[in-house]
């Protein structure tokens, strides 16, 4: 079954430190999302991506970068980790061409520490 | 995209059926309503969405008023497994299948009770 996928589900990591989180989709979906939930913030966009080397900012984007060389995956990089960036991140995709296109389907998340 | 308004929390006892209620009074013509719901630590799993006639499908049915000012998720047989925070989104249905970000509110609690 067609399925998107998030990894590492659980990473801790040190103020200042690079870190990249994965996400991978097999929907052949063109349109990919990353959003963060914090407590009392509900959930915020951060970057999204509508095809293959297309990225745009979300609401929360300073801090944050993405990539999309190809279809299945969007990265998102954290450049320089801080203690603000501890969240839950989850990952996003829609586009499968039929009337729930623009339907988006979310992964398991991702829990960031960042100590 | 419009603003929603969602009562914080709600209960339901097991078997019986959750209306969830949502006010979108400014929503314009060509938005839709969607709704998500999160059950704890998992990622946020689409329900249902409409424009203005009423939609049922596997997991729920969807009331939307006439004017479209406001409109009810209905969970017919509500389990324990239904607990979860339920999102009321009001959002424009893109043309070229790009999909919009979907803003999310503070949404509903639902607790469903034995």
């Known amino acids: 079954d067609a399925e998107i996928t998030q990894s590492p589900r659980h990473k801790i990591t040190e103020t200042g430190r690079q870190v990249t989180l994965a996400c991978h989709q097999t929907w052949n979906h063109n349109n990919m999302f990353w959003y963060r939930q914090d407590l009392g913030h509900g959930l915020r966009l951060i970057h999204y991506?509508?095809?293959?080397?297309?990225?745009n900012k979300g609401e929360v984007s300073d801090g944050y970068s993405v990539s999309r060389s190809n279809t299945e995956d969007l990265p998102l990089t954290l450049e320089s980790a801080a203690s603000s960036q501890t969240s839950v991140y989850f990952c996003a995709s829609s586009g499968g061409g039929s009337s729930l296109a623009d339907t988006q389907y979310f992964g398991p998340g991702t829990r960031l520490t960042v100590l | 995209d419009a603003k929603t308004t969602q009562p914080p929390s709600m209960d339901c006892a097991e078997g019986r059926a959750a209306n969830l209620p949502c006010n979108h009074s400014t929503i314009s013509g060509n938005e839709y309503v969607y709704w998500y719901r999160q059950i704890h630590s998992q990622g946020p799993q689409y329900i249902i969405h409409?424009?203005?006639n009423n939609e049922t499908n596997e997991m729920a049915s969807l009331i939307i008023t006439e004017d479209r000012k406001s409109s009810t998720l209905i969970l017919p047989h509500a389990t324990l497994r239904d607990t979860a925070v339920y999102y009321c989104i009001v959002r424009v249905l893109s043309v070229y299948n790009q999909g919009g970000k979907l803003i999310f509110g503070q949404g509903t609690e639902l607790s469903v009770k034995p």
């Open positions: 409409g424009l203005k």
């Open positions: 991506s509508y095809g293959v080397h297309d990225t």
